[in-house]
Each structure stands twice: as C-alpha cells, then as structure tokens.
C-alpha cells in the first residue's frame, strides 16, 4: 500500500514537477489523467445554480469516467463561510471552487489557501483581465445581475427601463431583489450599484417596500409566480433558461448600466484530490464545458470561440458596469451594513 | 443496575426524597459525568466565547455590544413576543383539541389523534414553504382564489409578516401542547370525576374543576415546550421573516456566523436565551413542585368519555377546519408543487410536469445520501437517546436526591440553547484536538442527541410522574427483586411512554434544521439542510419532492413503531 503511494507521487513529481517549478500554467496530458483518475474523485463547491452545477458535473464524470464530481452548492456568501470555517479549523474538504464573488479569490489567494494553477487553454486563448496572471483563479463563468418582469403582469411598453424609475410610486410593493448578505452576485451588483448610483439610490429603494429573497436565483422565479412583477436584481442565466422553458418572464439591461459579476474558479493548495482539481480545473475551461455553461446554464463566457444561443444579446452589445473585486473585497462589511441598515434585514 | 433488596430499604418511605445511597454511586456519577461532556463541552466553548475578546483577555464588551446596537436588541424583543404569542396560542388551539380527542365521544378519535401526530411530524420550515406556496400575498394559491372570488385586490393573507411567523410556528408547536396533553388526560381515572357528578356538579363543572386543574402541570408544561420551541427556531423565521425584513435572534446569530465571523457577539446573544429558559423552568418547578400528580395507581378505574350529544358532528367539522392549518392545506400545496411548472400556478394539465420527480430521485446527486444520512441518524439517536432518557428519568423519580437534581438540571439545560448556538459549540468543539468529529456523522448524532435530550427526558419523567410507585412497592411486598419489579412492573405500564419517547426523538431528528446547517459538511448533508439549501434559491417544486417522500417514510416508521407497542397493551394506550 504504501509502496504503492510512493509510486503514484513519483509519477505525479515526474509528471508535473518541472513545469510547476516554473510557471503556473498546465496542460491536461495523459500523465495528469492518470493521476486524475487513480484519485477517483473532487470535490466541487460552487455557487452556481444545483442544476447547472451537475449538468457540468454529469458533462465531466461522461468524459473521464471513472472521476466522480461532488457537488455542494451554496450561495456565495455561506460558501465563503464554510471554507473560513473549515480552513480555520484546519479541514480541507474543498477540491476545487467557483464563486460568484470574485472577491473571494482576493482573499483566498492572501491568505495562501489557493494553489497556482493556470490552465494553458486560458493563459492562451482568454482575454486579459479575466484570469489572475499568477494563475490561482481565472474567470470560469460571469453572469450579469440584470432586472426583468413578468410579460404577463406587466405590458412592454410599460416595463420599467432603468434602476431610476423603479423608485417611482407605482412600483411600490411591486419590486423583488436578493440580499448581498447572502448572494456573491447581489453584492458585487450593490457594490457596483452604490458606487455608480451612490447609496442615496438604495436609502430610496428601500422605502418600496421591496421584498427580500436570499439567493439571486430567487427573484426570476418570485417574477414569474407572480408574487411580483418586477425584480431589481437577480441572475440573467435563471431568467434565460426560464424564459427558454416558456415562462412569462422577459430581461430589462437598465440604462444606468448592468452589474457584470465575474465567478472565478481556482484549485485549493490542501486540495485532496490535486490532479483530479486540476483536471476538472482545466477541463472547465475548454469550449466543451463552456458551451454547457453557455447553452445549459445560461452564462457567459469569455472564451473567444463561444457560440451564443439565439434570442440572446450578446454581452459586446450590452452597458455594463466595471467590475471591481479589489475595491469588494475591502468593502464588503461596510456594503453588508449599509443595506442592512437601509433594508432592516 | 444490580441491587438487592436492603438497598431498597428508604425507598418505600417517599417516592422523591429518598436516601442517596440507594444506587451505586458510579453508575450515576458515569453517566452525569457523559451528559457534562456531552453538553459542558460545547458551551464552554461558547462561553469562552462570550466573556473574551479576540485577543482572549477578559471582558463584558460583547455583551455591551449586544444591547447598544438596535440591530441585535430588537431581534431579542421580537423573539420573546413571538415565542409568548406562539406558547399562547398553541395552548388555545391545542387544550380542546386534546380534551375533546381524548375525553369525549368526538367521532373519528383515532383518526384525529394520527393526523395531529402527522402535524408533529412535519418539520417548521416545510410548514414555513409550503405556507409560503398557500399564503404569499401575490402569488400565493388561497390569496389568488381569495382575489378571483371577491374582486379585491388586496391580500387574505400575508404570510411574509410577523402574524404570519406566529401563525406557522403556532401551527407546527401546537402538536406538542397537545400529545403532552392528552398524555395526560388519558391517565386520568374517571373515579375523581365520578365523584364531583356524584356531588351533584354539572359536566361542564366537572371539566373546570376536576379535570383541567389535573391536567394543568400538563398544561403549563406543553405551553413551556412550545414557548422554548418558538423561542429557538431558526428555519421557518429564516425563511419568512427575511422577505418579511425582520430579524428574530436566531437568525441574527446564523447572520453573525457569516463570515467574517463573530462568534463571540453570537454567544453573548445567546445568553438572554438561556437565562429566560433557566427562569420558566425554575417558575414551572415553582408551581408544580407542591402538587402530587401521580394519578395512575393501583385502583384506578376506567376512563369515561363525555357524551357531547348533539355537538358531535358541529365540533367534527371544527376540528377538521383546525387540522387543514397544519395539515390537509400545506400537503396539499407541496404535492401540487412537486407536479407542477410552477408551484402555485393554476390548477390545470398544462402546468403538470414530472421534472422535479425526476430532478431529485435521478440528476441530483445529494438525494440518496442525504435520506441514509437522515434516517440513520434519526434511528440511532432515537434509541440511544431513549435509554438515556429513561436511565435519567429512573433515577430522578425513585431516586431523587443531589445527583438526581443534578442530572435533571443537565439532561433539561440543552431546552435553553437554541440548536444553531450548540452548532456552533460543537463546531468548535469537535474541530479540534483531541477529538476531531467534523466531517462525520458523529458530530450529527451528538448534536442532536444533546437537542433532543430534555424533550425525551420531559416525556420520560412525565410517564414515571404519572405512575405512582404503590404499584412498584406492591410488587416489592409479594417478593419480587428490584429487577423482576422493573421489568414486569414498571417496564410494561412505562411501555407507551418509552415508545412515545423514542418517536419524539426521531421525528426531532428529521425536523432538526439549526445545528445541522452548521454542523454537516458534503457528506453528512441530512435532507433538512438539502431543503434549505434548495429554498434559498427557490426550488420548490424539488423541495415538495424531497419533503413528501422524507415524511412518507417518517410515517411508516412512527406508524411501525406504535404497532410494535400496540402488540400487547390495551388500545387505550396507543400513543398519539
């Protein structure tokens, strides 16, 4: 047994020694496979939708078998707080993990916890800015937090256009949106909001009485219950592939802009399950897995050679707000008690 | 537990204060010693917590904190006059239920007793969901129906508010008033009530003042279970008061363990908590304490069952109306959710779908794994905790005592700490040396073990409280040992008791949401955190799913368990 431990880390030393010395970047070779699949598993915590999740999961584990995925999902925020839970106690459950809180990788890769691994398919093809040049995250995914409303409660043309008109009188009691203390997506949204609309904007919004939902899947689907008509904030893929399925619910890209949020993935340093962390890390990037993400998930992608869906606007053709993690992650406790001052929850 | 007779010899003189000498020492002192470990070990974590800052020093600080900032204090407020309101009004719902089921020719007894044990097993925050699916204001099923009958515009009801937190928690904790209840009145004999008819008093005179003021420790009790029950709840205030924006305590302590966290504010706002149980404990003792209540003896006649007359059918169809609160509406929401697009849409074909069914028992990989989980852990903390519970309750009632005073105040201490607080205790508790649990299903079986213990222990004392020893001592003047009085004696009339006591641990288990949701990792996910993970982003036709199937096989095991009790007792003593 042991002997045969000794063996299995000569191969991966011999496999992957010498490039890691160097650079960050891998690429997936039969050597790494092997290795992958001689650990038989990973561990994925992630905050994309459950869903979606095991769609890429079940896309994975069908091109190596052998490799088990598995999956926990949780929002962004309560993630992020498991890992600080576990790592502080010195558990190291996590393989491999995608937030919808970029900010979180600033923290992470402080703190030391994340392992330098580059997949050589985004140090080569990915645009600039989307992944960390010294490998320990890259953009897997983004997402916009956009608002919507329900085609069948409200007529288009008197949809609302903006986040400014949503503080006129008749959208009181009609406005659903989820908690930044909860959703990595929310808050990167409200930090992009208040930066670009100031807080005055959301002192204002709370007097809509608007109601509160944790998760930023929720909103879409409060929409089309009906429970209400219009929601602020919430993700665009729900909204996609609900609308896709038939549901009454169509995107509004407010003219102040959109919050773009990024979810990055990176490898633990403790991971368990290196090689196999590192293979699912890569594969998650490929054309492949990215057009799951695209067609299945109703994300978007920064690889270069992504097909979009019909029916959807192309991000190059969207106003986006910029996306500022750095700035995020040194502001997250002041945003969570502003809007909770503001929101009383 | 060897004895011999000699050391029986205070015994027979009084039931409570009997000289210590009576059981060995050790076998007391090994199991006070587990139950301090069990439930000493988490909170003196937490109260290390509480009285130190990060740097460790000394200090008060935290609790400064606590009543300075109106992000914290108001939470507290609310979560008093939420846990009086619901303790009050499951009283006023549950005590004529419980009198009419168990002492009046009410059609359909049997019948109502399963559906209101159906209602207990229901875990709050499925209640909470499928509440949320009958009763939001806009999209919720009965305010549509509501809209489409009378024109208006307005809502029925609007479950996103603190009345509507009152009213689904009032609706899943009134079940406890009520089999502590009816417990009780079951073990009433109708002799002391033949008495007052015999002295002329009318029926109605009867049941004010014979038979309520015997069942009133039962009363006070039930209500005291359902005041600490509100008080501690963490899914259903989770799920209804955010969107309602407000804050109870125990969701304001889930928020302070967000990360950052700040466990040492969270433990100072536990605080309050227990200090208010310690209080209602000490006041139930109070009033209680002076009274003798052991009402099953030797000569204990049959139970009577009013005649209500015409009245019968009226107050069947009341009860009912009351049981569609808790039951027959809420099922009904979550079954049409797990077939449907959307789950409170219309009532037609188009929206029948069997994606969620598919979703859950194919794509989803948590499923299996989290009913083993469940259903294993609730089996295994059922039975330990059922022996527990009743070694505890043995030695207080014959033994009394200090150390029985002493294992009482430990086996009822863990009724004060709201389950997330222990959480997180045994969080960092077991994360570290010596003993590492996290990550298993141990740290699971303790947490719970430790939740459920004072309701187990509750009802355990109740039974032995009710039995008055005459029978025992009985049994001791003809010959027989200790032992063989234990088991043909005592073990037999305790039998319903015992097995009352270990389905209210199960089910405890299977609701058990709190200390989970901190407590269990990737792999010892129990179905009540799958559901609330799966609520905080919506899914709630795969939460009907889920929720249905884990309630069907709750009922097969209670349903199996009371059969297994039924061979060879007398009917009358089913357990409800």
Redesign the interface.
């Known amino acids: 047994m042991i002997s045969r431990r000794i063996v299995i880390c000569a191969i991966f030393l011999c496999g992957t020694s010498a490039a890691l010395a160097q650079s960050p970047t891998y690429a997936i070779t039969p050597e790494l496979e092997d290795a992958a699949k001689r650990e038989g598993k990973l561990v994925y915590y992630t905050s994309i939708e459950v869903k979606v999740a095991e769609e890429l999961a079940k896309a994975f584990e069908k091109r190596y078998p052998g490799i088990d995925v598995v999956v926990e999902r949780n929002g962004a925020e309560r993630q992020f707080s498991k890992i600080g839970q576990e790592y502080s106690s010195k558990i190291y459950n996590v393989d491999v993990v995608n937030s919808s809180d970029a900010a979180h990788f600033i923290f992470w890769k402080r703190e030391g916890w994340l392992a330098a691994a580059l997949p050589e398919e985004v140090a080569k093809r990915y645009p600039a800015g989307t992944f960390d040049p010294e490998g320990y995250y890259a953009a897997m995914r983004s997402s916009l937090s956009v608002m919507a409303y329900n085609t069948t409660l409200v007529p288009a043309a008197e949809a609302p256009k903006s986040f400014s008109e949503l503080l006129e009188p008749k959208w009181r009691g009609k406005l659903v949106k989820a908690h930044p203390g909860y959703s990595g997506t929310i808050l990167t949204a409200t930090f992009q909001m208040a930066r670009d609309l100031g807080w005055e904007y959301f002192e204002k919004l709370a007097t809509q009485q608007v109601m509160q939902t944790q998760s930023s899947t929720d909103p879409p689907r409060k929409v089309i219950a009906g429970e209400r008509p219009v929601m602020v904030d919430g993700n665009e893929y729900n909204v996609f592939l609900e609308k896709e399925r038939g549901a009454p619910i169509e995107v509004i890209y407010p003219s102040e802009g959109t919050p773009l949020v990024v979810g990055p993935t990176g490898v633990m340093k403790n991971a368990r399950n290196p090689n196999a962390a590192r293979l699912f890390h890569a594969w998650s990037f490929t054309l492949e897995a990215q057009q799951v993400a695209v067609e299945k998930g109703g994300l978007r992608s920064f690889h270069p050679d992504i097909v979009e869906p019909k029916g959807r606007k192309p991000l190059a053709e969207i106003k986006l707000m910029k996306d500022d993690p750095v700035a995020v992650d040194k502001q997250v406790e002041d945003i969570k008690r502003r809007y909770v001052r503001y929101f009383k929850t | 537990m060897t004895l011999t007779p000699a050391q029986t010899s205070g015994y027979l003189a009084d039931k409570r204060t009997s000289s210590g000498f009576d059981l060995s020492a050790g076998v007391l002192g090994a199991v006070g010693l587990f139950l301090a470990g069990l439930i000493g070990l988490p909170l003196a974590w937490l109260a290390a917590f509480a009285f130190t800052n990060r740097q460790g020093a000394l200090t008060l600080a935290n609790f400064v904190d606590l009543i300075d900032d109106p ?1 914290l204090f108001e939470p507290l407020l609310t979560t008093f006059n939420l846990a009086g309101l619901v303790a009050f009004f499951a009283a006023l719902s549950a005590a004529p239920l419980a009198w009419l089921v168990a002492r009046t020719d009410l059609p359909g007894r049997r019948a109502i007793r399963s559906l209101v044990t159906a209602s207990f097993v229901t875990p709050p925050f499925l209640g909470a969901i499928s509440w949320e699916i009958l009763a ?5 099923i009965l305010n549509r129906l509501w809209r489409e009958a009378s024109g208006s515009n307005e809502a029925l009801f609007n479950i ?1 508010s603190f009345s509507g937190l009152v009213f689904v928690i009032a609706c899943y904790t009134a079940p406890y008033v009520f089999v502590v209840l009816t417990n009780a009145l079951d073990r009433i004999p109708a002799d002391l009530e033949d008495a007052a008819g015999i002295l002329g008093a009318s029926r109605w005179r009867i049941v004010s003042s014979v038979t309520l003021p015997l069942v009133l420790p039962a009363l006070l009790a039930g209500a005291l279970v359902a005041f600490l029950q509100a008080m501690t709840l963490f899914g259903s205030p989770a799920i209804l ?7 109870t305590i125990t969701t304001k302590i889930y ?1 302070l ?5 700040k466990p040492e504010i969270a433990a100072a706002a536990a605080l309050p908590l227990l200090l208010v149980t310690m209080l209602l404990l000490f006041l139930q003792g109070r009033i209680l304490g002076r009274r003798g209540y052991a009402v099953v003896g030797g000569k204990a006649g049959d139970v009577r069952l009013l005649s209500l007359g015409a009245w019968r059918w009226p107050l069947f169809a009341v009860v009912m109306l009351v049981l569609a609160l808790p039951l027959f509406l809420p099922y009904g929401a979550l079954l049409k959710a797990a077939v449907s ?5 219309p009532f037609d074909l188009a929206n029948l779908t069997l994606h969620h069914v598919n ?1 859950v028992f194919l ?4 499923t299996r794994r989290a009913f083993a989980n469940t259903f294993i852990l609730a089996l295994a903390t059922a039975s330990a905790g059922t022996l527990l519970a009743l070694f505890i309750a043995y030695m207080v009632a014959r033994q009394g005592g200090f150390g029985g005073k002493l294992l009482e105040a430990l086996a009822s201490a863990p009724l004060a700490i709201p389950g997330i607080v222990l959480g997180v205790g045994l ?1 960092l508790a077991y ?2 040396g010596p003993i590492v649990l ?2 298993t299903l141990w740290i699971l079986f303790f947490a719970f073990l430790t939740i459920e213990l004072p309701a187990a222990y509750q009802q355990m004392r109740a039974a032995f409280r009710g039995l008055h020893p005459e029978l025992e001592e009985a049994s001791r003047i003809l010959g027989a040992t200790r032992l063989v009085t234990l088991r043909r004696i005592t073990a037999p009339l305790l039998k319903s008791g015992v097995i009352a006591g270990w389905c209210l641990i199960f089910i405890g288990v299977v609701r058990e949401l709190s200390a989970a949701v901190i407590l269990s ?2 792999n010892t996910k129990v179905l009540s955190v799958v559901i609330f ?2 609520n ?5 036709g795969a939460i009907a799913v889920i929720g249905v199937t884990m309630l069907l096989l709750t009922f097969a095991i209670i349903g199996f368990a009371n059969w297994i009790s039924g061979v060879g007792a007398e009917p009358r003593r089913a357990v409800s």
Do not use: C, K, M, W
């Open positions: 992000d939001a204001p806009n999209s919720g996103y008061a955010i969107p309602a924006g407000f804050h928020a363990f967000q990360f950052p966290p697009r959307v789950p409170a849409g979703f794509d989803f990989s948590q969080f994360t570290r996290y990550g990792s990737q993970d799966l905080e982003s919506g899914d709630l």
